[in-house]
């Protein structure tokens, strides 16, 4: 353990981990839209199957403990595809916004990123994200949490 220049230990400051600021917006303006939408697969920390492995659900030690990635449960509202529409929307808004604050989205079997101009492409992962939409955030997100301007979320097209 390094020693301070009077000789005690020095302590490492733990950050309790936080949602990047672009998370914390959409998952607002979502919580606006939907009001009455399920919860019960949203998230935004990771469990232990996500400790052990690469997550953007896992806190960014080397960045305050900053988390970068969002779960929002499908059942948003009677019509069962409306969260198809969601994530299509967030997904031309990733594509269009000049701020590049989203990394990917997967939803349903499916994902979208900047690597095919954010085309929908099969995911085979081991979670289809049937039950939520996932979205990550790049480190841009971690302090700009300005409005997404996504229409089914009150925004401009």
Not at 62 to 73: E, G, L, P, Q, T
Not at 138 to 156: H, V
């Amino acid at each position: 353990m390094r020693k301070l220049a009077n000789g005690l230990p020095h302590q490492r400051t733990l950050v309790k981990p936080h949602l990047c600021k672009a998370g914390v917006q959409l998952r607002e303006q979502i919580d606006d839209s939907y009001p009455e939408r399920d919860r019960s697969s949203d998230g935004w920390i990771g469990d232990a199957k996500h400790q052990s492995s690469k997550s953007d659900h896992n806190p960014d030690l080397a960045n305050n403990s900053i988390v970068r990635a969002v779960d929002i449960d499908s059942d948003l509202s009677s019509h069962k595809s409306e969260s198809l529409y969601l994530a299509d929307q967030i997904r031309l808004y990733a594509k269009r916004e000049k701020k590049k604050r989203i990394a990917y989205v997967i939803h349903n079997h499916k994902i979208a990123s900047p690597i095919l101009n954010w085309r929908w492409r099969k995911y085979s992962g081991s979670n289809p994200h049937t039950s939520h939409i996932h979205i990550s955030f790049t480190p841009k997100g971690d302090a700009d949490g300005s409005f997404f301007e996504i229409p089914l979320l009150g925004g401009k097209q």
